[in-house]
């Protein structure tokens, strides 16, 4: 694809990368299979648009076609990724409401080259309420993303809200498999229960190809001892993987969202955007 928004122009691939791990996948006829990742926690201020923005970044700066999609009704990801929100005519509300409006009319080209975005606006909040009385309403997102997106992107990245809402659990049915960023302290590990037993439920009932990626130490700070404490409890739970990557809050990283680009292009030789291709190779890696 290039940067006028036309998904049907792909942008060239990195063959070495692209057609050689875990991202792209296919049958026997050669037909490619997109990963569906969505980064979910139900705890605010954990660093998930942090995460799904900077890896998108980090994947498509390693040549592969990335769709990130933002299910947050606070549109952070939107306005992180460099869209004014005064400038966002169709939105995730009127895919996800009765009107039902499709991706490619919403999908938007944003700076970096190989990232695109559904872009959210807060109307997603009001949209939800009226998921509740629809039929499938935890289906509506798979349903939009499955075929033109299929054809189209790599990887899909969802941005999720701070909630275990319909929401989130439309991101989690539409996904194969799922991130979850925890902040290096008590209360954010603790937190986690919940958020298992709904991906656990899901992966039953809605979902069979829901896995759990990895657990993303976010915001640690090595020099205190409480932050070492809680990395150590975190790999000793021990039902599901940690990432080796850990994201530090660093001044490149904060500043960041304020150009709409993710860290990997705003300071390409920063700490930061090595720790995000960091994750992006164990993303690769572990498919």
């Known amino acids: 694809m290039d940067k006028s928004g036309d998904p049907s122009r792909p942008r060239a691939y990195h063959p070495e990368v692209a057609h050689n791990d875990?991202?792209?996948?296919?049958d026997d006829e050669g037909e490619a299979l997109t990963k569906v990742i969505s980064i979910a926690n139900q705890?605010?201020?954990?660093?998930?648009?942090?995460?799904?923005?900077?890896?998108g970044g980090a994947l498509a700066e390693r040549g592969y076609r990335v769709l990130c999609v933002d299910m947050d009704p606070q549109a952070n990801m939107t306005v992180g990724l460099g869209i004014s929100l005064s400038?966002?005519?169709?939105?995730?509300?009127?895919?996800?409401?009765?009107?039902?409006?499709?991706l490619d009319e919403i999908?938007?080209?944003?700076?970096?080259?190989?990232?695109w975005i559904v872009p959210a606006?807060?109307?997603?909040?009001?949209?939800?309420?009226?998921?509740?009385?629809?039929?499938?309403r935890e289906?509506?997102?798979?349903?939009?993303?499955?075929?033109?997106?299929?054809?189209?992107?790599?990887?899909?990245?969802?941005?999720?809200?701070p909630t275990l809402g319909l929401l989130t659990i439309n991101a989690l049915v539409a996904s194969s498999r799922v991130i979850i960023p925890v902040q290096t302290q008590y209360y954010a590990i603790k937190g986690l229960t919940a958020l298992i037993k709904v991906i656990n439920t899901i992966k039953l009932k809605l979902n069979h190809d829901l896995e759990v990626l990895g657990l993303l130490p976010t915001f640690f700070d090595g020099r205190t001892v409480l932050a070492r404490e809680m990395l150590a409890n975190l790999r000793e739970l021990g039902d599901h993987r940690v990432f080796n990557t850990m994201i530090k809050n660093t001044v490149k990283l904060g500043e960041a969202p304020l150009t709409g680009r993710p860290v990997t292009e705003y300071?390409?030789?920063?700490?930061?955007?090595?720790?995000?291709?960091?994750?992006?190779?164990?993303?690769i890696e572990l498919g």
């Open 22 to 26: 875990g991202i792209r996948s296919g």
């Open 43 to 55: 705890k605010g201020g954990v660093g998930k648009t942090t995460c799904s923005i900077n890896l």
């Open 87 to 102: 400038d966002v005519r169709h939105s995730m509300a009127d895919v996800l409401s009765e009107e039902r409006i499709a």
């Open 107 to 115: 999908v938007r080209a944003t700076e970096t080259p190989g990232l």
């Open 121 to 136: 606006t807060l109307e997603l909040a009001s949209t939800e309420v009226g998921l509740f009385t629809a039929i499938g």
């Open 139 to 161: 289906m509506v997102l798979r349903d939009a993303l499955d075929g033109w997106v299929e054809r189209q992107f790599d990887v899909v990245i969802i941005d999720c809200p």
């Open 267 to 283: 300071a390409t030789n920063s700490a930061a955007a090595r720790a995000f291709r960091d994750l992006a190779q164990e993303v």
